[in-house]
């Protein structure tokens, strides 16, 4: 797994480096604090994927997320940021990033994320996912009127099996799209994979998993 690092609180960064290097199959290939080098260094060297802070001196993360996403669909896109805001999860989850992860996150946690999202998962912070279920029990909406109702469709064929890029050729939608709204599904239901939105969802009769 070849990674570029983005962040640019320079200690930080050379903390994690330090530990991503301990940890087998992971290879830093480049490290940069600017967003327009992250780009550059993205277009060059088409990592797998780019752990992205959110706020840089000169682009914020969201746009280079968003640049990323456009440009090099390729590439995973995993936030790690010291911010909680759900507004910010939200935000990013529809632009199409794999993962958001706080700076609190333990290493093995962190490491875990980065094997999640080349696995084809998407990962969030368990005290954002946590957040988000409480505000959403809070408020008394049932998770059954947060989601779309493409959502719903897209969260059964992933249930059923389907990959983002068969569910998105039997629904003549982009693979992009589909990530999305698998992203926003697993975000609503505040959980860290497309396993287990689709176990709350079945469980909670949100969608109906056909033979």
Do not use: W
């Amino acid at each position: 797994m070849r990674v570029v690092l983005v962040d640019d609180h320079l200690l930080l960064r050379q903390g994690t480096v330090a530990l991503l290097k301990a940890a087998p199959e992971i290879e830093i290939v480049a490290e940069t604090g600017k967003g327009h080098e992250a780009l550059q260094l993205a277009h060059d060297l088409q990592p797998d994927v780019v752990l992205l802070d959110i706020r840089l001196p000169d682009l914020s993360g969201i746009e280079v997320a968003r640049s990323l996403r456009q440009d090099l669909a390729a590439i995973k896109v995993i936030m790690l940021s010291a911010y909680h805001h759900e507004q910010y999860v939200r935000a990013l989850f529809a632009i199409g990033v794999h993962g958001y992860l706080l700076k609190t996150a333990s290493g093995p946690e962190l490491i875990a994320g980065l094997y999640a999202v080349c696995r084809g998962e998407t990962v969030l912070s368990a005290e954002i996912a946590d957040q988000i279920a409480s505000r959403t029990k809070r408020v008394g909406i049932a998770a059954s009127e947060t989601l779309s109702d493409r959502e719903r469709e897209v969260l059964a064929l992933v249930g059923q099996g389907a990959s983002n890029k068969d569910i998105a050729t039997q629904l003549v939608l982009g693979v992009r799209t589909i990530e999305t709204h698998v992203s926003n599904a697993m975000a609503k239901l505040g959980v860290q994979s497309r396993t287990e939105a689709v176990n709350i969802a079945v469980q909670r009769g949100i969608i109906v998993l056909e033979p």
